[in-house]
């Protein structure tokens, strides 16, 4: 029977020669992979009266939500974090400062083609880059899985995206992405598994094509999927902690729905307050005031980003009375953005450089906005409250948008910024 | 056990009703989720972003009615059991975003998925949840769902995915 991705391994994983949506599969996930939250994860382990973890091999624990600790409180669970990793052995702990975890997850050569990751973090989808299956479950679950290994999976319902075409120049995998959004709304892949196809998708970097399946987690998707090629291959290189085996769905594949686009419609976007699906195209936001602007986080943090942005700054100053803030995804992305020089752009230009991890993104420190506020920023989520404050304003956009905007201290294309 | 089975059986509760798209951020803010970890701490933040009067207000075994996507967002935990810790008996949603709907099993929260029940159900009425016939009954009339299958009735007789996993670990 022809099988989508997900269909096909999830089926593979259960030890079952097909599987159709709906049906309950049991599986043991090659990575297991867990945040800041890790401590209230122990807790519950604990509670459930676990005492060693089921693999240690099996786990990959990030600080980066609250890194470096902005409180004793938050210092006390990192403390208990990595206590925690000494006692079971665990191998693949990255410590605050290392980076975010779904970008480590790809540079550690730990997120792999044909592999499950289940993670605590509603952006495990972001493993589908590198054609695994990625998907975000609750804290207990996590702690089920630490003590026996498996977890369920109701098999899901595929749909299908196929971008045809080119994307035009000055539009971007995020915009791409919004658009995409926008159009199915935010729970336009409710409990689906997503696959991307399309020569538009299969062009882009990966870098680029890693802001896909990150921001799926906003239509509510349960995995994103983007077939795995030569691209990513070579990037595995002397990279990939394990051996790897691609899966691929299967070309008759039964899919729930099938989406078409041509990248050639798609202009640059915004996602206005306070829903990651309320978009239009930037034209429509040009001159809205913005006081902070954010480049960074899991979605647009990596050295493309950096440079996108630095290439906007150069000569040029942030906005009197405005402010920007840059957080690289990774320790690695930081050092590869200063041997380019792009630090050097953003410092001179008056932005602010801050240690890798996911900031002020969710509101715990390093960029909260006051009330009345508006920030135009590169994340994947503009709920209200999101960024710490309940009265104020976040606008979704891409790395050069919110570089643009910060120079003019409003909302405009990178186009207007003379360079 | 039998606290369990009572609350599989029947539940009944005043109606909270809202509409689509609720998400984790406004049902358990994000500033509060590594330094709020006390169960009961965390009802009293309960919907703060929503509705204000709901933590105040909230009666053991009152309902959520909600629109579709509920709990759409960020995988916290702390968004349901704030929910639960509050006395929140079942939440009936035109559809529950992906994770949220997880967590609910996970934490013995009945999430039942009625689209017409919702439509019906007026804010602030009482109704009533057979569980074990599968019906919701309120004022507008009755409405059925579909028995849990049954991995969901096993973790949420045990109480919990805590408990559940607690005994597979005793039973090894």
Redesign the interface.
Known sequence: MPQTFSEKILAQKAGLSCTTPGQ?VEVTPNVALSH??TA?IY??FK????KKVFNPDMHAIFLD??APAP?T??AE?HKIIRQFVREQGIKNFYDVGRGISHQLMVEEGLALPGEIVLG???HTPHAGVMGAFGA??????M??IW??GKL?LRVPESLKIVVHGQLKPGVTAKDLALYVIGDLG??GG??LSVEWHGEAIQALSLSSRATLPNITAEM???NSYIPPDQVVFDYLEGRAKRPYTPIYPDANAVYARVVEYNADDIEPMIAAPH?VDNTRPLSEFAGTRIDQAFLGTCTNGRLEDLAAAAAVLQGQKVASGARMIVIPASAQVYLEAMEAGYIKTFIEAGAIVESPGCGPC???HMGVPAVGEVTISAAN?N????M?T?DSEIYLASPEVVAASAVAGEITAPDTINN | MTKDKEQLNIIKGRVWKYGDDVNTDVIFPGKYTYTVSDPKEMAQYALEDLDSDFAKDVQPGDIIVAGKNWGNGSSREQAVTCLKEAGVGAIIAKSFARIYGRNCINNALLAITNSEAVDAIQNGEEIEIDVAAGQIHCAAGSFSFPPLPANVLNIIQAGGLIEYTRRQINEK
């Open positions: 309950i800041d939250n209230p807790g519950i509670k459930m009266g676990g939500h609250a409180s409180k938050h669970n605590s973090d509603s975000g479950i609750g804290r207990s679950e702690a089920s003590a026996l369920w935010n729970d409710l409990y509510g998707a349960k829903r969710m509101g715990n989520r709920f209200r409250g999101r710490g309940r």
